[in-house]
């Protein structure tokens, strides 16, 4: 596990790429933009990606539209993707961008491009259906709600996801890993304990864990405190491409 927590200073911060990890399965960033400024238009022909806006307000451009993006909302952008974006003029912009398909942030390196590249998609929230879905199915946590955004089956990603949870009161997830994919867990709101084999590790808001493939992970939210986070997958499309294995008590 690797915790990172967000700079508070404008520009590029990197927090996962195979420069930071050798063996990430992707990369990942947060960019602060001020107030006014924007991204002209561009390409990432080397990746798809993920845009998730943390703060402030914004407009995205794409395949000749334009969407305002407000915290919570974000773009899915596959490889070659047409994009620009504008920040409004009342407050920066900070936005959490993460990469699948390549962890060298030589192909995240934007490109001019023309008219005839594709264009990226919004990302709306699905809720994941309880019982009978593929979490609900594996279970292994308590008051937990989560909202998928970028999946395969959402947005037609390959080698990201990216969702919400939220955890109430007494919520938690005991721990569990992936075998095919790394995660990463950013804490928006709240606070609690990210769970290891080795111990608990205190994440405060704005703090990010970073978890390799095969790693053994949770959460614990503090007593009477809701947390609030974005987190995803790097590698895989999809929880069940992810893989997705409790570790079972001892009795």
Excluded at 52 to 68: A, D, M, R
Excluded at 188 to 202: A, I, N, W
Excluded at 214 to 238: I, M, N
Aim: some cysteine; overall charge negative.
């Amino acid at each position: 596990m690797i915790r990172r927590t967000l700079a508070k200073t404008a520009g590029v911060q990197w927090l996962v790429n195979r420069e930071l990890v050798p063996e990430a399965l992707g990369m990942l960033m947060v960019q602060t933009l001020s107030r006014g400024s924007g991204l002209p238009a561009h390409g990432l022909p080397g990746a798809e990606s993920v845009t998730f806006l943390l703060s402030g307000k914004g407009y995205w451009s794409t395949g000749g539209q334009t969407w305002e993006l407000k915290p919570g909302e974000g773009v899915f952008n596959p490889p070659g993707t047409r994009r620009a974006f504008e920040v409004g003029k009342d407050e920066d912009a900070v936005l959490l961008v993460a990469y699948g398909g390549t962890a060298d942030p030589g192909e995240a390196e934007a490109h001019a491009v023309d008219g005839s590249a594709g264009c990226g998609c919004r990302i709306s929230r699905t809720a994941d259906q309880g019982a009978h879905s593929p979490l609900g199915e594996a279970g292994g946590f308590i008051d937990m709600g989560v909202h998928w955004l970028a999946t395969t089956q959402t947005v037609g990603s390959r080698a990201v996801v990216v969702a919400t949870s939220t955890f109430t009161p007494g919520g938690s997830h005991q721990l569990h890993r992936h075998p095919h994919a790394d995660e990463f867990f950013l804490v928006l709101q709240g606070g609690g304990e990210h769970l290891t084999k080795d111990g608990p590790v205190r994440l405060n808001a704005g703090d990010l864990a970073y978890i390799p493939a095969g790693e053994w992970h949770g959460f614990q939210t503090d007593p009477g405190v809701t947390t609030r986070t974005v987190y995803g997958y790097l590698g895989a499309g999809s929880l069940s491409q992810a893989g997705y294995e409790l570790l079972e008590e001892e009795t």
